[in-house]
């Protein structure tokens, strides 16, 4: 691994911490509080990043398996993002989530997690 793809892989572990502190605050108060926008934007800025070193590192290109299933899921935690912003904006901060956008960080937290222990298991399988 070069060291391009050495500094995504520890730019996507903060991207973990910060997106996991973002997204089990909403779940367990199922409140868009300023903390869950700090973490939140933070989380998919730093993914974003991380994202970029890795392709920029990847010596089989931006298409694989691996490089879909993040792309994906940096896709759905971006529009996460978005509309988590947008209730926040619309609602005041004590409006507790809706069931769907609530149901929806999950999911998309769920792929996120998927995309990151694939991409942990083909670095260890090297």
């Known amino acids: 691994m070069n060291s391009l793809a050495k500094t995504g892989a520890v730019i996507v572990l903060f991207a973990l911490a910060s997106y996991t502190v973002a997204v089990l ?3 367990r108060r199922r409140l868009v509080t300023p903390l869950v926008l700090l973490f939140l934007t933070l ?3 730093l993914d974003i990043t991380a994202t ?3 392709i920029a590192g990847s010596s089989k290109g931006p298409f694989t398996l691996h490089g879909l299933l993040g792309y994906s899921s940096l896709a759905g935690m971006i529009i ?4 988590i912003w947008r209730f926040r904006l619309n609602n005041p901060q004590t409006a507790p989530v809706p069931r769907g956008l609530h149901l929806y960080t999950r999911a998309v937290y769920v792929w996120w997690i998927a995309a990151f ?3 942990g298991l083909l670095v260890a399988m090297r």
């Open 25 to 27: 605050s909403e779940q």
């Open 43 to 45: 989380g998919v800025m």
């Open 52 to 54: 970029a070193f890795m």
């Open 80 to 83: 996460d993002a978005a509309l």
């Open 117 to 119: 222990v694939t991409g």
